[in-house]
C-alpha cells in the first residue's frame, strides 16, 4: 500500500491540513498511520464525509451479492427474523447475518489463569437481518427484548444505558475509532437458544460487527474482529474478557474440536472421526439468566492468590496479583507447599490442575474417536465443579445427576459463567429422544414451577463464522 502526506492528501481533498490532522487523531481515516510526528495516509482513503452535508445525504453503497456470514438453519432462525423485518418496516431485509454459539466441553472459564480449552459452534446461534440506512442512523429491534436500541454511528450514548444493546454501542465506537464509520442499519435481531451458558454476548456483539462493517464496505481481520469483541463486551459485564469466546465462535470448523492455548491463543483444530457420532444436546434448568459474576470473580482471584502465594513461599520473584497465574506454577511445585494453603484454595487447584489434565486427555481420545471415554471426562469436569470448583445451583445440580446416569449419555456437565443456567451432553444419536423424555419427566416432577421455563435442545457442530 502507498502512502502520501497530510500536505499531499490535503490538496487531493480541497481540504486544510489541520482538518485532516484532527481526522486523523480521531481515526476518522481508514489506515492511517503516525511515524514520528508525522502523519501517513494511504493514497486511496476515502475523504471522510461531514453528516450536516448534501455529500454526506447522498452517499450510496455498491451492490453488495452475498450474505455477512451462513446461515445454517434458512428455514428457521433465519426466517423467523426475515419475517419479523417485514412485519416491522414493511420490505424485505437487504441482508441476514448469523453467528454460531460457542460450547466450551473441557477447560470452560478457567482461561483467566491460562489454561487450555476444547469447544465446538453448534448449528445454532443468533440470527440477524437488515438494511442499510445512508442517514448513520443504527436502529436495532430484539425479539427477545422489548427495548429498541437507536443512536447515530457517529454519536452513540455516552456511558452505560443498563440495556441489551450497550455492548453494540461499544463495539460501533470501537469500530468507528479504526475505521470511519457513515451508513447505518436497521435490524432485527433473534436468538434461537435461551441466553447464557452459550456466550449468547459475545455472539450478539460479532453479529452485529460483522453486519455494521459490511454496510460500510469495511473488511475486518480475524483479530480486529476479536479484539473489537473482547473490548466491547466489557461493557456489559465486570470481568477481565479474554479472547477465548470470539476465538471458537472465528476459528471452529463444522466436524472439527478446536484446542485452544490460552496463554499464547494459539489453537489446533481435530477433525471428528468418521466413526465418532454423537449428538450435542443443551439442557436449560428453567432459573433466569441473572447469575452473580462476583462467584465467577472470586474463583478466579482464588487461583491467582494461590499462584501469588506460592511464590512466595518459593521466594520467586513476583509483580500484580493481576499478572499472576496459577499457569506459572507446575504440579510438582503446587504439591511442595500444598499443606501449607487453605482446604479450600487446595481444592480449587486440584479442580484447575484436574482441567488442565483432562483437556489434555481429551484431545488424545478425541482423535482416536473413543467418544465413551471422552464422554466420561466431561463427567469427570462437572463432578469437580461441583466438589472442588464449589459452583452451581441446587436445581442445576439436581439436572446434572439426573443426566449423568442414564444410558446412551457419554457426558454431562454444567455450562456458562455463572453455572446456574444449563448442562450439556455429548449422547449417542440412537438414544438422544428417549434421554431428553427421561431427563425431562424426572427434572419437572422434582421442579413442577420450572416446567414452562425448562427445555432441552439437539444441537450438533457448524462452522465458525464466515466475514
Known amino acids: 500500500m502507498e502512502y ?124 440477524l437481518a437488515y438494511s442499510t440506512k445512508l442517514n448513520g442512523i443504527i436502529e436495532l429491534n430484539s425479539l427477545q427484548y422489548p427495548k429498541r436500541a437507536q443512536w447515530h454511528v457517529l454519536e452513540p450514548p455516552v456511558g452505560i444505558q443498563e440495556d441489551w444493546a450497550d455492548p453494540l454501542r461499544t ?118 439468566n441473572e447469575y452473580d459474576l462476583n462467584i465467577y470473580n472470586t474463583r478466579t482471584d482464588e487461583l491467582r492468590t494461590i499462584s501469588y502465594l506460592i511464590k512466595s513461599l518459593d521466594k520467586q ?21 500444598k499443606n501449607k494453603l487453605p482446604n479450600t484454595f487446595i481444592k480449587r487447584s486440584e479442580h484447575w490442575y484436574g482441567e488442565l489434565n483432562r483437556v489434555e486427555e481429551g484431545m488424545k481420545l478425541y482423535k482416536k474417536g473413543d467418544i465413551t471415554s471422552f464422554g466420561k471426562l466431561l463427567t469427570e469436569s462437572g463432578l469437580s465443579s461441583i466438589n472442588n470448583w464449589e459452583t452451581g445451583t441446587k436445581e442445576l445440580t439436581n439436572l446434572f445427576n439426573i443426566i449423568k446416569d442414564i444410558d446412551g449419555v457419554y457426558g454431562t456437565r454444567f455450562s456458562g459463567s455463572g453455572f446456574k443456567r444449563c448442562c450439556i451432553a455429548l449422547t449417542n444419536p440412537t438414544h438422544t429422544k428417549k434421554i431428553i423424555e427421561k431427563v425431562t419427566k424426572e427434572y419437572t416432577n422434582i421442579y413442577p414451577k420450572l416446567q414452562k421455563k425448562y427445555s432441552a435442545h439437539i444441537c450438533h457442530t457448524a462452522d465458525g463464522v464466515k466475514l
Open 4 to 127: 502520501i502526506s497530510i500536505h499531499e492528501i490535503s490538496k487531493k481533498w480541497h481540504m486544510k491540513e489541520r482538518k485532516v490532522t484532527a481526522f486523523c487523531r480521531d481515526g476518522r481515516i481508514a489506515g492511517a498511520r503516525k511515524n514520528g510526528k508525522e502523519w501517513l495516509i494511504p493514497s486511496d482513503a476515502l475523504k471522510p464525509l461531514d453528516k450536516r452535508t448534501k455529500e454526506f445525504e447522498q452517499y450510496t453503497l455498491e451492490v453488495k451479492e452475498e450474505n455477512t456470514t451462513v446461515s445454517y438453519t434458512p428455514k428457521g432462525g433465519e426466517a423467523k427474523v426475515i419475517d419479523n423485518y417485514k412485519k416491522i418496516y414493511k420490505r424485505v431485509p437487504m441482508y441476514t447475518a448469523f453467528t454460531p454459539y460457542r460450547l466450551c466441553l473441557l477447560g470452560i472459564n478457567y482461561d483467566f489463569n491460562k489454561n487450555e480449552v476444547l469447544g465446538v459452534t453448534l448449528d445454532k446461534g443468533i440470527h
Open 171 to 288: 463495539a460501533a465506537t470501537e469500530l468507528n475509532k479504526r475505521y470511519p464509520l457513515r451508513i447505518g442499519i436497521s435490524a432485527v435481531i433473534d436468538g434461537e437458544l435461551p441466553v447464557d451458558g452459550l456466550s449468547s454476548s459475545n455472539t450478539l456483539i460479532i453479529t452485529f460487527l460483522s453486519a455494521l462493517a459490511f454496510a460500510n464496505n469495511i473488511k475486518l481481520s480475524l483479530n480486529e474482529l476479536i479484539e473489537i469483541a473482547r473490548v466491547s463486551e466489557k461493557a456489559k459485564k465486570v470481568t477481565t474478557n479474554t479472547k477465548l469466546d470470539s476465538m471458537i465462535e472465528i476459528y471452529s470448523k463444522k466436524n472439527q474440536l478446536i484446542h485452544i492455548n490460552t496463554n499464547d491463543d494459539s489453537y489446533e483444530l481435530i477433525n471428528t472421526p468418521k466413526n465418532m457420532k454423537y449428538d450435542i444436546v443443551i439442557f436449560f434448568s428453567g432459573l433466569n
Open 317 to 337: 520473584k513476583y509483580t500484580t496479583i493481576k499478572e499472576t497465574n496459577l499457569r506459572d506454577i507446575p504440579y510438582d511445585l503446587f504439591n511442595k507447599y
